[in-house]
């Protein structure tokens, strides 16, 4: 009996792997009886994909079978049987593949929503601002979110896709107030330059009506495109770092409450966790890299970094708690990065700037040329605090999504013996995953907190010259 | 066809990372065998060198993220 858990492990995987196959199989089933047609539009794009799903949850069709689909603009040619014939719907076609690539960036995707397990969907306060229709402040339950984070109303233009706020571009859609609309479709073309894109639609009243790129801070530097809006909403990511920026508050609080109050007390409780990661920083990273002299003046910087980063590092990581992941968003490393830059570069003294334009000590005809190198190093550093820091965490997360994409993967191939066998290889990789993700998550504030000390005492160091 | 070559670009780029990481950590066991009383300063030194290589990792996969 001591090692029944043994046995109960794979039983459990066994059981869990045969009801997600057939909830997706469910699913499939649905679509079947719906119809399967294909889509002509005369456009160039290479093929489309309808209504995209991740082939792998019972779908509610319930909202897509009401719209006037055959007075549709475009020829739907193609076969179709079951009990929806004749619909020429295309929000019954669904991909019956799962896609991992796409779940797994929708999974890292920042959100307008609040989502865990598909069970709760906490509305999230949503800021809008476009030139030309002003300000638009509500709270995103007006878009009616379902499945896979899709809205399944539009509010005064705006529409919800995979958690994002999108704006519909083709006029005719209707610009106030709220109006219920089906499923999002995509297509994939080719630009100018001959790469593919994705454009999105979204279907209302048989209609399809293009959405705008994705909302980007970044110029469409990225891929996202120019919006026409501006969003300033408190979205997961930034939800999430409130309440870590909360928790911490609250945990150092109380910590610097009890040692003000019992100075010669051994540490008791929530201080027995702080302690040692706080004399760490200090004495392994401030110290030794600032200075005995000045390291008081940084300790704080510090700090505010190892905690703030550990902390959303750790929260990202909490299973069902909807696996943020905020320090793996590049927007939220970038402004700590510029943070670093700036106290690196205005603190830096004299033999410093010396040591960037005039290096002292080579050739000079060196001189420039080190100029130059060093010069581009000013902005390097801060950009591979930035990367690193984004990069390790979202891998991480991809890679954990990865392996529990398995179950579904082979659910597609082999039915529900595959699933089964998915899950039992899913579950040991996941929790290895997850535990070395734990120990990436204090590896990666601890290298942000000793490259920014090491920045800042290469800035503040006094040469001693001969 | 350029994803391709970015995908083979990354790998390349993460083979380079690992010999480099694979060095640091077995000379690091090296000096600590030596010296197992300078452990803790050759590991935050271990730790910051593989740092600064995984971030010229990371610039090398990035970018071969977004030419393909």
Not at chain 1, 217 to 237: A, C, H, P, Q, V
Not at chain 1, 398 to 423: E, P, V
Not at chain 2, 24 to 47: L, T, W, Y
Not at chain 2, 61 to 67: A, D, V
């Amino acid at each position: 009996m001591r090692y029944i858990h043994y046995i109960l492990l794979p039983v459990f995987c066994l059981l869990i792997g045969a009801s997600l196959n057939a909830q997706s199989k469910k699913g499939v089933e649905d679509l079947k009886t719906i119809q399967q047609h294909k889509f002509d539009h005369g456009d160039e794009h290479d093929h489309d994909h309808h209504g995209h799903d991740h082939g792998s949850h019972g779908h509610d069709h319930s909202s897509h079978d009401h719209s006037g689909h055959k007075h549709g603009s475009h020829d739907h040619a193609g076969h179709s049987h079951g009990k929806h014939a004749g619909h020429g719907d295309p929000c019954g076609h669904h991909d019956e593949k799962y896609d991992p690539t796409g779940t797994a960036i929708h999974h890292i995707s920042d959100a307008n929503v609040y989502s865990i397990l598909e069970l709760v969907r906490i509305p999230l306060p949503t800021f809008l601002y476009a030139p030309k229709a002003g300000w638009e402040v509500f709270m995103s339950n007006k878009f009616k979110i379902g499945h896979h984070e899709d809205g399944h109303m539009s509010h005064n233009g705006y529409v919800m896709h995979h958690g994002s706020v999108y704006r519909v571009v083709t006029p005719g859609f209707p610009l106030e107030g709220n109006h219920e609309h089906d499923c999002f479709t995509h297509k994939t073309v080719k630009d100018e330059k001959g790469k593919d894109k994705v454009i999105d639609y979204v279907m209302y009243g048989g209609k399809e009506y293009q959405l705008e790129a994705r909302s980007t801070f970044d110029g469409g530097i990225l891929g996202g495109g120019i919006t026409s809006f501006y969003d300033f909403s408190i979205s997961k990511n930034v939800l999430s770092m409130m309440l870590v920026a909360l928790i911490l508050f609250f945990l150092f609080r109380s910590a610097a409450r009890a040692y003000k109050q019992h100075p010669n007390r051994a540490p008791k409780g929530i201080q027995n966790f702080l302690e040692p990661m706080f004399l760490f920083i200090r004495d392994e990273v401030a110290i030794p890299f600032i200075g005995e002299k000045k390291y008081m003046k940084y300790l704080p910087l510090l700090m505010s970094i190892f905690f703030f980063i550990l902390g959303l590092n750790l929260w990202g990581q909490v299973p069902f708690l909807g696996s943020t992941n905020v320090t793996g968003n590049l927007t939220l490393t970038l402004v700590l990065a510029v943070i670093v830059f700036f106290v690196v570069n205005l603190s830096g003294n004299k033999d410093y700037w010396k040591h960037v334009f005039w290096m002292p000590g080579v050739p000079t005809f060196v001189k420039p040329l080190l100029a130059v190198v060093e010069g581009m190093g000013l902005f390097i550093k801060p950009l591979t605090l930035m990367l690193r820091l984004a990069g390790n965490i979202s891998a991480g997360h991809i890679a954990i999504l990865s392996f529990i994409g398995l179950i579904f993967i082979f659910g597609d191939l082999y039915g529900t013996m595959g699933s089964s066998i998915g899950t039992l290889l899913s579950v040991p990789l996941t929790l290895f995953m997850l535990a070395i993700e734990l120990i990436v998550a204090f590896v990666q504030a601890f290298v942000f907190t000793i490259l920014t000390a090491s920045y800042i005492g290469a800035a503040i160091e006094e040469h001693e010259h001969h | 066809m350029t994803g391709t070559l970015a995908a083979i670009g990354a790998g390349i780029s993460v083979i380079g990372a690992g010999i480099g990481i694979g060095m640091i950590g077995g000379k690091a066991m090296d000096a600590i065998a030596r010296q197992p009383e300078a452990s803790g300063d050759i590991r935050s030194a271990m730790i910051l060198m593989a740092a600064f290589i995984e971030g010229a990792a990371l610039i090398a996969i990035l970018l071969s993220i977004f030419m393909s």
